[in-house]
């Protein structure tokens, strides 16, 4: 059974930095892109960053591109997010994602995967 447990969140306030870390287990994922995405109560769950299988490309919404940074060990079958200069606006759950894909819909690149993981509170106070 595939699990991805992530650690890592939790209260910091505006200007500050979290590392989530998410672990796999039940199955390697060293072939497949993993990536984090985020949900705020009563919203659809949204795309925060990539990283392709061998961690040579990455993308990122436009909303944290510079501030986070998202990284991989996949000897491991871990997958980070480095969170910097962090805003209230970031404050939400955010979920860890395996076998991720991107797809074009509208003209937008967008993305789904196969398996989530629990999700990770972040909370940004001002």
């Known amino acids: 059974q595939v699990q991805l447990v992530e650690s890592g969140g939790g209260l910091v306030q505006a200007g500050g930095s979290l590392r989530l870390s998410c672990a796999a287990s039940?199955?390697?994922?060293?072939?497949?892109?993993m990536g984090w995405f985020r949900q705020a109560p009563g919203k659809d769950r949204e795309f925060v960053a990539t990283i392709s299988w061998n961690g040579g490309s990455t993308d990122y919404a436009d909303s944290v591109k510079v501030r986070f940074t998202i990284s991989r060990d996949s000897a491991k079958n871990t997958v980070l997010l480095q969170m910097d200069s962090l805003k209230p606006t970031n404050t939400d759950v955010y979920y860890c994602?395996?076998?991720?894909?991107?797809?074009?819909?509208?003209?937008?690149?967008?993305?789904?995967?196969?398996?989530w993981g629990q999700g990770t509170q972040v909370t940004v106070s001002s």
């Open positions: 039940g199955r390697t994922f060293a072939r497949n892109a």
């Open positions: 994602a395996a076998d991720v894909r991107s797809y074009r819909s509208g003209g937008i690149i967008r993305y789904t995967n196969t398996y």
